[in-house]
């Protein structure tokens, strides 16, 4: 499973990290063959919205050979969503299997139209800004509709990335995972299609 994790200037960098490290066991613990990954960006340098820089290798890379890509949300996907350039380049993604967003990084697959006629959510903040792009904004820590997951504000990309782990192999791999992140929060074995509904 090769990931490209689409990333930008002023991102929210827990939306990235959270799913980034749960997925990223996948590897490490050897239970799924062939799991790499690349940060893209559309410059060679990205600062998020704390002021933290992180360089990127590959700058709008073909999408089109990736097996999952990961959009992060942040203030910038609110304009992105309007960059021609942009959301092209996340349309090379369009035959990609895995296409999943947390918080407002939906806002980008809705614009690209990877969520006509799907379910999906984002950070409670922008449910109305994404109603246009999906059939039903649902509001929940985590919804899944095919192989197109989204989650929700920030702190959900963790539970996301361990949703997405337990989706490609089994509740005891995520439970070892959970362990290993020391994260008793997420609840194995219960890959409904609306995850985490909102009280």
């Not at 066991?25 to 990954?37: A, D, F, H, Q, T």
């Not at 990205?46 to 709008?60: A, P, V």
């Not at 092209?88 to 990609?96: L, P, Y």
Request: net charge negative.
């Amino acid at each position: 499973m090769k990931i490209a994790y689409v990333l930008f200037d002023k991102m929210t960098t827990l939306d990235f990290v959270g799913f980034y490290d749960a997925v990223s066991w996948l590897r490490i613990l050897n239970v799924k063959e062939g799991v790499s990954w690349d940060l893209c960006a559309n410059k060679d340098e990205i600062t998020d919205d704390r002021g933290m820089t992180i360089k990127i290798k590959h700058i709008y890379p073909d999408l089109s050979g990736y097996d999952l890509i990961f959009i992060p949300g942040g203030m910038p996907t609110r304009e992105l969503r309007y960059d021609t350039k942009f959301v092209s380049w996340i349309q090379s993604a369009h035959d990609v299997q895995y296409k999943v967003s947390v918080c407002t990084g939906a806002l980008l697959l809705g614009a690209a139209g990877f969520l006509n006629g799907k379910l999906a959510t984002t950070n409670p903040s922008a449910y109305d800004l994404l109603t246009p792009y999906c059939s039903e904004v649902v509001k929940a820590r985590i919804v899944r509709d095919g192989d197109t997951f989204t989650g929700g504000g920030v702190s959900a990309s963790i539970d996301l990335g361990l949703y997405l782990v337990e989706s490609l192999t089994n509740a005891d791999v995520v439970k070892k995972v959970q362990k290993m992140m020391d994260y008793p929060y997420y609840r194995a074995g219960n890959l409904t299609y609306v995850f985490m509904p909102h009280e």
